[in-house]
């Protein structure tokens, strides 16, 4: 990396508060991801002349060239893609700080737990109610989450605590413990000519031209490219199977929720899922705590 980018990074590291508002921050990370000044103005609900200022200000402060501007377009410098990427993360840790704060101070005060709906079913209900048992026991709201929701929930604050799926959920940030680890399985419709093999390898899965895999959704809400059906729900999914439309690999433990017009077959090479606990990191939260230990004694 260049000079400036390790002078941003210190910068970053060292603490915003020192050098740099979060106002600034949020009106550096309008125009770079706008790269307009104009766009940026708009929808910060300001106008641009004191937008312009304030991220010249901000270039002057840090020593370095943030954006690089001329007539015809704004682009992000090496440095500006550091501060871009750095400054999204402390925003977002703040608005965590905020939402779990406006939480602790609630007359009633609980805790919000993320789970991917349908998933850990089993575990979960022994945790809530191992949990419920337990003295000093605070209200836990359940939140059923799509694929991948449940680590944004809890990195932005809206939950306090979450149970992922690696290797489908990136933990990286979080404290965590595993709690069970499954293999998988590729669910097929039940007359499939497939559906009475003692098992199927990945190659064979990804082979199936006539039932193709599910496309989930990014964070961004997009869908990667590919030849199987968008989905949003494992509701939606088990219809598109039944259909004959596609299959979906899923945790073993998924089974006892299936219906009797899908079949499984294990899949000894896909890779393992763990399901994890996970809270934020450096958390003091006395419940987070005792719900942590019930998940591990459990």
Same mark, same amino acid.
Request: aromatic share 4%; charged share 25%; with cysteine.
């Given at each position: 990396?260049?000079?400036?980018?390790?002078?941003?990074?210190?910068?970053?590291?060292?603490?915003?508060?020192?050098?740099? #508002?979060? *106002?600034?921050?949020?009106?550096? /990370?309008?125009? !770079? &991801?706008?790269?307009?000044?104009?766009? +940026? =103005?708009? %929808?910060?609900?300001?106008?641009?002349?004191?937008?312009?200022?304030?991220?010249?200000?901000?270039?002057?402060?840090?020593?370095?060239?943030?954006?690089?501007?001329?007539?015809?377009?704004?682009?992000?410098?090496?440095?500006?893609?550091?501060?871009?990427? #750095?400054? *999204?993360?402390?925003?977002?840790? /703040?608005?965590? !700080? &905020?939402?779990?704060?406006?939480?602790? +101070? =609630?007359? %009633?005060?609980?805790?919000?737990?993320?789970?991917?709906?349908?998933?850990?079913?089993?575990?979960?209900?022994?945790?809530?109610?191992?949990?419920?048992?337990?003295?000093?026991?605070?209200?836990?709201?359940?939140?059923?989450?799509?694929?991948?929701?449940? #680590?944004?929930?809890?990195?932005?604050?809206?939950?306090?605590? !979450?149970?992922?799926?690696?290797?489908?959920?990136?933990?990286?940030?979080?404290?965590?413990?595993?709690?069970?680890?499954?293999?998988?399985?590729?669910?097929?419709?039940?007359?499939?000519?497939?559906?009475?093999?003692?098992?199927?390898?990945?190659?064979?899965?990804?082979?199936?031209?006539?039932?193709?895999?599910?496309?989930?959704?990014?964070?961004?809400?997009?869908?990667?490219?590919?030849?199987?059906?968008?989905?949003?729900?494992?509701?939606?999914?088990?219809?598109?199977?039944?259909?004959?439309?596609?299959?979906?690999?899923?945790?073993?433990?998924?089974?006892?929720?299936?219906?009797?017009?899908?079949?499984?077959?294990?899949?000894?090479?896909?890779?393992?899922?763990?399901?994890?606990?996970?809270?934020?990191?450096?958390?003091?939260?006395?419940?987070?705590?005792?719900?942590?230990?019930?998940?591990?004694?459990?």
């Amino acid at each position: 990396m260049g000079g400036d980018t390790t002078r941003v990074l210190a910068v970053v590291s060292a603490g915003y508060d020192a050098m740099v #508002e979060t *106002r600034e921050l949020r009106y550096f /990370v309008a125009v !770079a &991801e706008e790269l307009h000044f104009g766009r +940026a =103005a708009q %929808r910060l609900v300001m106008a641009q002349p004191p937008l312009s200022r304030a991220i010249q200000q901000l270039e002057r402060r840090l020593g370095v060239v943030l954006l690089q501007r001329n007539s015809r377009a704004i682009t992000l410098t090496e440095a500006g893609s550091v501060l871009l990427r #750095e400054a *999204r993360t402390a925003l977002e840790a /703040v608005e965590a !700080a &905020e939402r779990r704060t406006r939480r602790a +101070a =609630a007359d %009633r005060p609980g805790l919000v737990l993320a789970t991917k709906a349908g998933a850990s079913r089993e575990l979960l209900s022994k945790l809530l109610d191992a949990y419920a048992a337990e003295p000093g026991a605070v209200a836990v709201e359940v939140v059923l989450c799509g694929p991948g929701e449940s #680590e944004s929930l809890l990195r932005d604050g809206r939950a306090d605590v !979450a149970l992922l799926h690696r290797p489908y959920d990136t933990t990286a940030g979080f404290d965590t413990e595993d709690l069970h680890t499954e293999q998988q399985v590729v669910v097929l419709p039940a007359g499939h000519p497939l559906a009475n093999r003692p098992h199927m390898s990945m190659a064979e899965v990804n082979a199936l031209t006539d039932l193709p895999l599910p496309r989930w959704p990014r964070p961004d809400g997009r869908y990667p490219d590919g030849p199987g059906p968008q989905v949003r729900d494992h509701t939606q999914l088990t219809q598109l199977i039944t259909l004959g439309r596609a299959c979906a690999v899923m945790p073993e433990s998924l089974r006892a929720q299936l219906r009797d017009d899908l079949a499984i077959v294990p899949v000894p090479d896909a890779p393992a899922v763990t399901t994890v606990i996970a809270w934020p990191p450096h958390s003091r939260s006395k419940a987070i705590a005792d719900l942590v230990r019930t998940a591990i004694r459990l």
